[in-house]
């Protein structure tokens, strides 16, 4: 035995070395190891996530502020190390709070806050500072003018990895040409392998946020990139929101029930979450008590026996009392399908009370204590043994509605019978949570098919249970306090679920701000050359609690590149995603989408499409569920990617639209090159056969291609302006019929207008398909011409005056 | 036409030709002119849309037209290269030249405009056809002749012919070789002279026609042997038409036994469906089938082979055309879809050479009356 205790010695002696070498880990030193899970996993990668964090925060914060953003990036090489510096015209940053927004990790405003923005956990520009310092050993070197103050703060700062807490190097006042804003300077070791993924970033950020000006600097750049605005409209401001019912998890219930200052949980329902209102949190109460206490079933009574129960339970009431107060209960009991334990003990209150007043004489809480364990008693009187059972009765209706009518009446009420006595040795007042009514119809059912040799399947099982808890009613005891809940984890999870079960409105949209279409088209407008824009915006939509909305933009064909795959920019909360693209749920969705619908090239009828175009997706959500803290992808939630593809199915159906459009006009325009050519020759062949001069095919060639043709005549001074529609609608077109000496007996439907010796006859006439007008003035002496025809297609137009 | 002034007819002809062909180029000047869209209507050329024409005994074209129209980039093409040919044409007649076929197909190679080039001969072909129905001026008038006759006429008859270097009485027995008289591509330049026959006989293939002239059939039972040659040119056609109308002779067609045959036959006796217009003057009502029958390949056990699946085809589609509506080829046309055989000319051969001549014809056209 003595090695036994030598050896538990020397597992003693183990634990407390390993205790020796067990301490806590910094978040700072964490991620100091963990640099890929910030996107910081290479130089060059690191390079475009310090720009992306910088500029990001650098956006957030003038938009705080309400100032337009005008920001200004550059990368210069420096030796060995390349020097970020990220500048913007945001409101500044206070002496005290600066260190700790660059120099501590998980330091922000953002996390607990339910709005929109781009920043989240206050991880981004500390760990690039981090990422700097832990390559390049520099401190990161900070100004920052707050606005209306006349000096800036001049920092050096390093993170203490050990700590979290930023250790300030250097700090003075200084003097800057900004009246305010921040300004960040990094050095760390990198590359500019990733120049594309840069650049991509910096032009997507210019097309989500045409509010922006933004200016790139960079070595491998020979002039600066400059995104000028599109816009001067900020986007709308949000609003936090607290958070909504449906999408809080059981740990942040429980510490919102720690935190609350409710004292019920009515009260804390109303407080702390978005769109819970005293109805709503009635509602959540009630299905917490269901939860929490369980219902109750009520049962039918007799009359008689009722009365002769509670006659022998009340003593010394007088015999007119008594009697009243008997039959008064019995017959209320009896007029009901069914009652529970709860309505029991209020009827029992209601008729006592109204014997006290009739009778003067006094029903106590001892008596009606009784008189309610009387009536229950009668009514739910079970005894196997002694033939006594007055539950079978009210089950059998219940259990042969909800079972199919081919089963036998036997079994039904055997099934009737079990329950009964289930029910008889559950619980007195016949109370159970929707679970335990589940056991007890499960056992029931096992035993019926056990010894009635009968099938009682999960459906019709299920059917009984919802039967009898939809007759079920629900309990008036007060439901836990805060406190309790807050103290149990049982309880608290009972009060989740219950919020779950309830309806809720979806939580309000304010806190979100999309691009807006017009936006979108306004972005892509600016940073592409194309020529067709679409766009559109869904309405906003719920993910566990947290509203999103889905945008999505396209850009087709001009200067666009022709070969290989479309372009696909995703955006989340304004921010582009430039890396993992495979894994991203907009890619997921582009890639299901069969686009030979809409007029793109797809290779097998499935995955990225090709041609000259670009596919924006922006989702925006007070919560956006990236597959990792590096944000680079969108995880593949059902719901967001159904939003992302209706969104961009609408923008592509204009698309198609376009593009059907543009594919029959330029059928058109081959045609009428073709004829064009061919017509021609065939007049002046048959001139030639004929002996004639050649003849005018114009007025042919617009009736074959089923153009609006626009033709003059003259015939002395009189001039006439023929519009022939030859299409098969309604014409409009805009007549200008520019003339060089004054128009006379110019009809009331033209006006002219005299322009330094110039008249412009100004004509729109609405022609029918296959219809004409003309239009006649006058003309004195030698005139010269000009028409000019707006408001067709040049494909559809022949002008011949 | 009359045999009497075959110059100046002929002469007439032409200039008529020309003229319908200016006319068409100035219709097409007038739409133009108009605005309208220049177009022309032809009977549409479908089997659906031939009639029999009670008053000629031939299959003409119905009510039924189709439209060339320079609405489409397709129908202007073809109207350019109708107005390039038509030029090319009055030139041709004006010159008092004639060229092929063929000869039009390459030669609009060096016309100044690309869209004018054929692309195809059946392109050229189908457009001297289309110009034939508009102007009512066959292509013989338009001095178009296809590239080869190939066939050629034996038998007891004395012709005379206009030719360029004057013209020749010939005997198509005792003035030809063995290959016999070679029809010229405008048969309406002979006159008949004399003749001793008591028949004309159409053969389809070379080989057969060899074979009776080898055998002495046309000397021994006075026939014309008129040599097919396949789908006959028309001036075969017109010449046999010319033989039974001008000398009131009996005329019989044989041919293999399959259904490309009988379509052979058909454009004989009926008019074919791409030249309906010209029926008239081409078909010869009268004339009639001799063999091989598919009740020959039963009654005479020739040796077969098996019908291909568009040999069916074919037969079904003549069930369903009108030309072929007649007891005589339903029963003949079922019969064959139902012993699925079909059998050469040649196949008689299987009884001796001389069979054909000594036995099979003698009987059929015994049968037939015509002996």
């Known amino acids: ?149 006349a000096d800036a703060q001049y920092f050096e700062l390093i993170i203490d990895t050990d700590t979290n807490e930023p250790e300030i190097k250097a700090e003075r006042t200084t003097s800057w040409d ?13 590359n500019m392998r990733a120049r594309q993924q840069l650049h991509d970033y910096i032009k997507h950020t210019a097309v989500v946020n045409p509010h922006a000006r933004l200016e790139l600097r960079e070595p491998g750049l020979d002039a600066p990139l400059k995104f000028e605005r599109g816009t001067d409209q900020l986007p709308a401001e949000t609003e936090e929101i607290r958070p909504h019912p449906h999408g809080v998890e059981l740990g942040t219930l429980i510490k919102m029930l720690e935190a609350t200052e409710s004292y019920s949980v009515s009260g804390f329902l109303q407080e702390e979450f978005t769109r819970v209102g005293r109805k709503t949190a009635d509602k959540v109460v009630d299905n917490f008590r269901d939860r929490h206490f369980g219902r109750e079933l009520g049962w039918s009574a007799d009359e008689e026996p009722v009365t002769a129960a509670l006659t022998d339970a009340v003593s010394n009431k007088g015999a007119a009392a008594t009697g009243f107060f008997a039959e008064e209960v019995a017959s209320t009991l009896a007029s009901r399908e069914r009652t529970s334990y709860s309505e029991l003990v209020g009827i029992v209150d209601n008729v006592a009370e109204a014997a006290e007043d009739e009778y003067g004489t006094r029903f106590g809480a001892t008596v009606r204590e009784n008189a309610v364990a009387a009536a229950w008693a009668a009514m739910t009187a079970f005894d196997a043994d002694e033939d006594v059972d007055e539950l079978t009765d009210d089950l059998y209706p219940l259990v042969d509605e909800a079972t199919s009518t081919r089963k036998d009446d036997a079994v039904v ?47 019709a099982r299920e059917n009984v249970v919802e039967a009898l808890w939809s007759r079920m009613v629900t309990v008036p005891d007060d439901v836990p306090k805060v406190r309790e809940a807050a103290e149990r984890r049982d309880t608290a999870s009972e009060l989740l679920e219950a919020m779950r079960e309830t309806d809720i409105l979806a939580p309000p949209t304010d806190c979100l701000a999309p691009i807006t279409s017009e936006l979108v088209e306004a972005g892509l407008r600016k940073e592409f050359d194309a020529d067709f824009y679409a766009a559109a ?73 090709n041609g000259p175009a670009v596919i924006m997706i922006h989702v925006a959500s007070t919560n956006v569920p990236f597959t990792s803290e590096s944000k680079d992808a969108l995880a593949n939630i059902p719901a967001i990617e159904d939003e992302i593809e209706l969104a961009v199915r609408e923008a592509a159906r204009e698309l198609k639209s376009y593009l059907n459009k543009r594919r029959s006009m330029q059928k058109r325009r ?34 074959i291609m089923n153009n609006v043709g626009i033709e003059r005549e003259r015939d002395g001074d009189t001039v006439r302006l023929i519009v022939e529609n030859h299409s098969d609608r309604n014409e409009a077109p805009d007549v200008t019929d520019i003339v060089s000496v004054e128009p006379t007996d110019v009809p009331e439907e033209a006006t002219v207008v005299d322009l330094d010796g110039e008249w412009f006859v100004k004509w729109n006439p609405t022609v029918a398909a296959g219809e004409e007008a003309v239009l006649e003035y006058t003309v004195a002496g030698d005139a010269e011409f000009d028409v000019n025809v707006d408001g067709i297609e040049t494909e559809k137009l022949t002008v011949n005056a | 036409m009359s045999a009497d002034t075959p110059e100046s007819d002929t002469r007439l002809n032409e200039e008529k030709a020309r003229e319908q062909l200016i006319e068409l180029a100035a219709e097409f000047y007038d739409q133009f002119d108009h605005g309208d869209i220049p177009e022309m209507t032809l009977p549409t050329r479908t089997k659906s849309n031939i009639v029999f024409d009670e008053e000629a005994g031939v299959w003409v074209y119905g009510d039924r037209t189709s439209t060339r129209s320079a609405n489409s980039v397709r129908g202007a093409r073809k109207l350019l290269k109708a107005v390039y040919a038509v030029e090319f044409l009055a030139q041709q007649l004006e010159e008092n030249r004639s060229s092929t076929l063929r000869e039009l197909y390459y030669l609009s190679e060096s016309w100044d405009s690309e869209e004018a080039q054929f692309s195809t001969q059946d392109e050229s072909n189908q457009l001297i056809e289309d110009l034939e129905i508009v102007s009512g001026v066959t292509r013989e008038d338009f001095h178009m002749r296809p590239e080869e006759s190939g066939a050629k006429v034996m038998g007891p008859l004395k012709i005379r012919e206009q030719t360029r270097r004057g013209d020749r009485e010939i005997h198509c027995q005792e003035d030809v070789g063995q290959g016999g008289y070679q029809i010229p591509n405008n048969p309406d330049t002979i006159e008949f002279l004399d003749n001793d026959a008591e028949f004309v006989l159409c053969v389809e293939t070379g080989g057969m026609r060899d074979r009776l002239v080898e055998n002495g059939f046309d000397v021994d039972y006075d026939s014309i042997v008129v040599h097919l040659g396949g789908q006959p040119a028309r001036a075969t056609r017109r010449l046999t038409k010319r033989l039974h109308d001008e000398l009131d002779l009996p005329v019989v067609v044989f041919c293999d036994g399959d259904p490309w045959s009988y379509r052979i036959f058909g454009s004989v006796a009926y008019g074919s469906i791409k030249s309906a217009h010209l029926s008239e003057y081409l078909a010869t009502p009268e004339a009639k089938y001799v063999g091989i029958r598919p009740q020959d390949i039963v009654d005479y056990d020739l040796p077969t082979d098996p019908l291909s699946d568009s040999d069916v085809n074919a037969l079904e589609s003549e069930l369903e055309d009108p030309r072929f509506q007649t007891d005589f080829w339903t029963e003949q046309i079922e019969l064959q879809l139902d012993i699925e055989k079909k059998a050469e000319q040649q196949a008689l051969a299987a009884q001796g050479l001389d069979f054909v001549t000594d036995t099979y014809l003698p009987e059929r056209l015994g049968e037939m009356g015509v002996l």
């Open chain 1, 1 to 149: 035995m003595t090695s036994f205790q030598s050896q538990l010695g020397e597992d003693q002696g183990i634990a407390d070395e390993l205790a020796e070498g067990q301490r806590e880990i910094s978040i700072a030193e964490f991620f100091e190891k963990n640099k890929h899970m910030l996107g910081f996993d290479s130089g060059a990668r690191g390079l475009v996530t310090a720009v992306k964090e910088a500029v990001d925060n650098a956006l957030d914060a003038c938009e705080e502020a309400g100032i337009r953003p005008d920001i200004y990036v550059e990368i210069r090489e420096v030796g060995d190390y390349y020097r970020l510096i990220v500048e913007d015209n945001g409101p500044g940053i206070t002496k005290a709070q600066l260190p700790k927004v660059f120099g501590k990790l998980l330091y922000g405003s953002r996390f607990h806050a339910r709005e929109q923005s781009r920043g989240q956990q206050g991880i981004g520009i500390s760990a690039a500072v981090l990422y700097s310092q832990l390559t390049s050993g520099k401190p990161a070197k900070i100004t920052s003018r707050p606005k209306g103050e």
């Open chain 1, 178 to 190: 900004r009246s305010h804003g921040t300004r960040i300077e990094v050095e760390m070791e990198a």
């Open chain 1, 413 to 459: 009420a055997g099934m009737a019978e079990r329950l009964a006595r289930r029910f008889a040795a559950d619980d007195e007042r016949t109370r159970a949570t929707h679970k335990r009514l589940q056991a007890l119809v499960d056992e029931a059912a096992d035993d019926t098919e056990e010894f009635d040799d009968a099938t009682f399947g999960d459906t």
């Open chain 1, 537 to 609: 915006t869904r309405d906003a939509e719920v993910h566990g609690g947290d509203p999103f909305i889905v945008e999505a933009g396209i850009a087709y064909g001009g200067e666009l590149d022709e070969g290989g795959q479309v372009d696909l920019l995703r955006f989340a909360n304004r921010v582009p995603l430039v890396y993992q693209r495979g894994a991203c749920a907009t890619t997921d969705v582009v890639k299901r989408i069969g686009w030979r619908n809409y007029g793109l090239d797809q290779p097998g009828g499935s995955g990225m499409p």
């Open chain 1, 670 to 703: 081959e045609k009428q090159d073709v004829l064009g050519r061919i017509l021609p020759e065939m007049a002046d062949k048959v001139a030639e056969v004929t002996g004639r001069e050649r003849p005018n095919i114009d007025a042919a060639l617009a009736r």
